[in-house]
């Protein structure tokens, strides 16, 4: 346990942090409105209990190890979503910013 343990504490400390960044983009650029990204959050923590709930009922018996190899490697693709909103990509390809930035919160939420 303590080896994952590590794992996720060094996955965490190394990988950069653009919360900031992120919260100006949205307001300043997007101009998404504070209810939006308080929904936005709110959202985010009930995803949380339904990835929560999705592992209790299908992936408790699954090793640990390819389980956590699978979902950071999902987070990493999940992650570059984000170059696509900012090169706005995602309107090229149609999707509304609202909607976009809606989907890559579901399911960063549910994989993390």
Do not use: C
């Amino acid at each position: 346990v303590w080896k994952s343990a590590l794992f996720i504490f060094l996955s965490t400390a190394s990988s950069p942090s653009f919360g900031q960044v992120s919260f100006y983009y949205a307001t300043d650029v997007l101009h998404f409105s504070p209810e939006f990204l308080g929904a936005l959050s709110a959202v985010g923590y009930v995803l949380l209990m339904v990835g929560t709930l999705v592992y209790n009922s299908f992936f408790k018996h699954v090793a640990y190890r390819p389980m956590l190899l699978w979902a950071q490697l999902a987070l990493v693709v999940i992650s570059l979503s984000e170059i696509l909103l900012v090169t706005r990509v995602n309107l090229v390809l149609g999707i509304p910013d609202k909607v976009f930035v809606l989907g890559d919160e579901i399911i960063s939420d549910v994989f993390s």
